[in-house]
């Protein structure tokens, strides 16, 4: 014998709960996250365009230190960083997407962890995010 309420209460934790937002704010949340993508692009296409001029042209080939170990480690780690903050824009870029695909589904707004509305100013400064301060706080302690 089934238990109908028991069925239930598993239904409606299997249905994904609508975006607190209507088309018109959801407009507006993909617009901003089209434009910190587009910011993320443009980011990594710098570090790109830095990557390739290799950072020769900062060691003089008359200099007696033109080989010197230290300008050598220093382009490196500088190289290193460059691929660090390309990573970092990637993955970026990543949740971004995702935040748009929340907002095709109109699960945009939702918190993962609670299943409650995220606050709109959290939001607006992370758009991307799927968790709400209240569950931030609550994983960190």
């Not at 230290?70 to 190289?79: E, H």
């Not at 109109?106 to 709109?120: A, M, Q, S």
Request: proline fraction near 2%; charged fraction near 40%; charge should be positive.
């Amino acid at each position: 014998m089934v238990d109908v309420n028991k069925k239930k209460s598993s239904e409606k934790s299997n249905e994904k709960i609508k975006t607190p937002f209507n088309d018109k704010e959801l407009e507006y949340f993909r617009k901003l996250i089209l434009q910190k993508r587009q910011d993320a692009l443009d980011e990594i296409d710098r570090w790109k365009s830095y990557l390739s001029n290799d950072n020769r042209e900062e060691l003089d080939s008359d200099s007696g230190y033109s080989f010197h170990l230290a300008d050598s480690a220093s382009v490196g780690t500088d190289r290193e960083h460059a691929y660090l903050m390309m990573d970092r824009q990637k993955k970026l870029i990543g949740y971004l997407d995702r935040a748009l695909e929340r907002i095709e589904n109109k699960t945009y707004g939702i918190c993962r962890v609670t299943g409650k509305p995220i606050n709109r100013e959290r939001l607006e400064a992370i758009p991307h995010t799927e968790i709400s301060i209240e569950a931030k706080l609550k994983n960190q302690r």
